[in-house]
Structures are given as structure tokens and as C-alpha cells.
């Protein structure tokens, strides 16, 4: 009843938004049914707390009406905003039965869905995703590039992740490089060291500092964003080098975040 008092057409977002977060950890179908609306409201922020909410329902009943009489309805097929977002919520479900469909998406037309059914997979967490994603991640829409590559990096590290993150970091597109440089930090990848110390004799502006502070992450050792010093380090410690203790690589990434 309060969900329905301050979502209605003619309420600012401020209070569609309340009215949306009143369901917070409501985990029941009819509170799921409740929040369709907001996955297409014309507010940003009210979509994405639609989204985050419903992402924390375990009910399976609530994932198996996304699945069947949202996401794959013909009812809502041209309702392109509810479909990415349903689609959203189901990876961030980590709903098994929905990996065909989000898989599916990856054909849609729409490059809107097609970037949402990328998402998704990345938000599942399900490694066989990973041959997909990663020939995405070489593809010329810099968009659908970077969203592989992002996905990829959630989903976590593995041979054929690793290699196509370092890839990516010979994309065309500055934003996918920049996220290919994030991607090697997080997902701790040895040979990244090197690639980061050969994109940093090549890029120019912003990227140069991504690449210093990549490497002085996953190094713990600074050498500013001077190629040449990296350099020579490298050559003197890379028959030895290891990456250091996890939780020392954890702890520098959360003092750089500050």
C-alpha cells in the first residue's frame, strides 16, 4: 500500500524512488510483480534501485516469472527497457535457467539489449560465457568491446579472460583499453606487468597515468610514469618476479581508491 501511495505517474522521481525502496528486501513474487513498472520508469536512479532490489530476491518463483513472462514474452518484446532490465536482474539473480536467453540476447538487433544480455552474463558469473565474451571483446563497436571486456572482469579470471583482457588493451577504442588496464589489476595477471610498461611508452594522456598506476598496484613499486625505468626493471626482475601477497595487492588497490 505504501509502494503504490508514492509510485503513481505524477510524483517526482524523488518520491517514485521512495516508493521503490519501500519493497527493499520484500522477497515475494507479488512485490517483484509490483516493481515491473520501474524497470522502465523515466528516472535512471529509479531503474537501477528497481534493479538492485529485485537482483536480491531468491524466490525462484520471481526468477522464473522474469524469465518466462517478461524477459522472453512476446507480450513485452517491443518494451525494450523492461527486457534489458529484467535481463539485469536476472544475472544478477544468478538464475541458471535464464543463461540461454541472456546468451540469446547477444543476436538482438538492438545494440541497447545486445549490451544488457553482455552485462547480464558478466553479473551471472558463469564461466561459459567466457569463449563469447571474450571474441566480443576484439569487436569493433567499442561499446559492445568494452561491455565484454567489463564483463569478463566479473565473471573472474581464467586462461582465455586473461589473455583476451591483455588483448584489449591493443583496442582502437580508448575506453576499452582503459578498462583492459582496470581488468589486469583486478583480476591479478601476471603478464600484465609487461604489456602495462609497453602501453605506457605508447599512450598518451590519461592512459599513461592508468598504466603507472596499474603497475605500481600490482608491482608495489614506483617508478612514476617513466617507461624507460619500468623498463629496465622489468629486464632485471622478470625471471623472478612474482606478484606480491594478495591481501598487499588488495590493500594498495584500497589506498589508491581513496
Excluded at 40 to 63: C, F, M, N, W, Y
Amino acid at each position: 500500500a505504501e509502494f503504490a501511495r508514492f509510485y503513481t505517474a505524477d510524483r517526482p522521481p524523488t518520491e517514485r524512488l521512495q516508493g521503490v525502496l519501500v519493497l527493499k528486501g520484500l522477497d515475494r513474487l507479488s512485490a517483484a510483480q509490483a516493481l515491473l513498472p520501474a524497470l522502465e520508469d523515466g528516472d535512471l536512479a529509479v531503474r537501477q534501485a528497481a534493479v538492485d532490489i529485485l537482483s536480491a530476491h531468491k524466490a525462484p518463483e520471481t526468477a522464473t516469472w522474469l524469465l518466462d513472462d517478461v524477459l522472453t514474452s512476446k507480450k513485452f518484446s517491443k518494451k525494450k527497457l523492461t527486457r534489458a532490465n529484467a535481463a539485469l536482474v536476472l544475472g544478477g539473480m544468478h538464475s541458471a535457467p535464464a543463461y540461454s536467453a541472456l546468451l540469446a540476447m547477444l543476436q538482438e538487433k538492438d545494440t541497447d539489449l545486445r549490451l544488457a544480455g553482455i552485462t547480464a552474463l558478466g553479473r551471472m558469473g558463469n564461466a561459459e560465457a567466457v569463449p563469447t565474451l571474450a571474441a566480443l571483446s576484439a569487436d569493433g563497436d567499442g561499446m559492445i568491446a568494452l561491455a565484454s571486456v567489463e564483463a569478463l572482469v566479473a565473471i573472474g579470471p581464467a586462461p582465455a579472460t586473461n589473455a583476451a583482457v591483455l588483448a584489449a588493451m591493443q583496442h582502437d577504442d580508448w575506453r576499452v583499453r582503459a578498462a583492459a588496464i582496470k581488468g589486469v589489476v583486478t583480476l591479478k595477471i601476471k603478464d600484465g606487468v609487461p604489456a602495462l610498461i609497453e602501453r605506457m611508452k605508447v599512450e598518451d594522456g590519461r592512459l599513461i597515468g592508468d598504466c603507472f598506476q596499474a603497475l605500481r598496484t600490482l608491482t608495489l613499486r614506483d617508478f612514476g610514469d617513466d617507461a624507460t625505468a619500468w623498463s629496465e626493471w622489468w629486464e632485471r626482475s622478470k625471471a623472478t618476479f612474482e606478484l606480491p601477497d594478495p591481501k598487499k595487492l588488495e590493500e594498495e588497490e584500497t589506498r589508491l581508491a581513496k
